[in-house]
C-alpha cells in the first residue's frame, strides 16, 4: 500500500519505518517539504520512505495515518486536503495532550468529544479508525516488546475500514484487537491517557500495556 | 475491625457483605436510618451487619467506605459529618457517571479533577485513598470471577493508609495492587470509567479487568 504519515516526530517515525520494513510505501508529510526530521527519516529508512508535504504526502495515499499532536491534528488535516483524504482509510493515532499546564498533562478534549470525533466531522468523507494511541511508539509497532497477552483497540463508524485496520495491525503483531464501537468510542481510548502517564512514572518504564483480562 | 459503609446501592451491598464474611463489623449508613434496602441488607447478611444513618455509620467506624453515587458523594459525606471522617481511612469507590444525558454517560468532573480530589479537599482531615472504582461489584471483592492475572489500583496521599487498604484488598483476593501515585492520580482511575463502559458493550459481561502487562 501507499501509505501516508503525518507528522515527524517519533510515532510517525516509527510506524512509518514499521511500515516501509513490511513492504509498504510511506511518504512522511509534514508542514514544509524540506522539513529536517522527515529528510533525515527518509534517508535512513532509505527505498520505499520519502517526504513531502502533508497534501502531498495524502494526495498518492491509499492510507493515511495522523500522528501529529492531537493540539495541531485538525490543522494538519487541513493542511493535507479534505479532497486528498475523502474515501481513505484515516488512522487517527493522536491525543489531544496539554502539556501547557504543567505535568501530568491534561486533555484538550474528552468526557462529550474527542480529538477522533473532531476529525471524523471535520473529514465527513474519511473513514476514521481511532487505534495505537493507547501505548508506546515502540510497542506500538512491535507488541512483543511487552510480554503475555495484551491488547490493541479500534474505534471508528466504518466496520470495513476497522477491519482493515485490523489486518494491518496484526502485520504489526498484535493478536488481540478489540473494537470498542462507533468513532464516540475512541472518547474511551483517549480517557485512558491519564492513567496510562501515571502508569509509566509508577512503573518506571513505557514498556507496559493494557489488557482486557476476561472469562 | 469497625467500617462503615456509605451507600445502599449494588456496590455498597457487595463490599459490606464481603467484609462481614472476612470478620470485619459493618454499618450500611444511608440518609435515613430506616432505609428499606439497609434494613433488608443488614437482615439478610445477619450478625456482623447492622444500619443507620450516615453520621451513626461514619461516628463509630475505623474506617470509611463510600459507596456512593459520585453525583451526591460530597453531600452523604457531610451527612456523615466531617468530625466523624477525621484521622480515619475515606476509601472512595465512587464513580462520577451523569447518565441525564443518556448512554453512554459522561463524567461530571474529570480531567483537571476527580471526584476523589473533592472529596479530599473537602475533607482534608480523612485519609481518602481511591480504589475499587474501576472494576464490576462482583469483582471488587472476589477477583477470582476474572481468570488470570489483573489488577486494582490505589491513589491517595497517604502512604499509610494505602498501604492498610492493599491489606485490606488483599484479604478480598486482590494480588496486584497498583500504586498510582498521590490523590491526583485518582483522574486516571475515574477516567477509565469510559473505555470500560465501551468494553463491557463488546464482551457483554461485567466479568473482566485491567490488567498491566509489563516487561
Partial sequence: MRIAILGTGVVGQTIGRRLVELGHTVTMGSRSATNEKATKWAEQV??????????????????VFNCTSGNVSLEALRAAGAENLAGKILVDVSNPLDFSHGMPPTLTVCNTDSIAEQIQRAFPDAKVVKTLNTMNAGVMVNPGLVPGEHDIFVSGND?????????????????????????????????????WLRLMGTLKTPHFNFHIARA
Fill in 46 to 63: 532509505g527505498a520505499g520512505a520519502s517526504h513531502s508535504t502533508f497534501s502531498g504526502a495524502a494526495t498518492g495515499a491509499d492510507m
Fill in 159 to 195: 466496520a470495513s475500514a476497522k477491519a482493515n485496520v485490523a489486518d494491518l495491525l496484526r502485520s504489526f503483531g498484535w493478536r488481540n484487537v478489540i473494537d470498542l464501537g462507533d468513532i464516540t468510542s475512541a472518547r474511551g481510548a483517549e480517557m485512558i491517557l491519564p492513567i
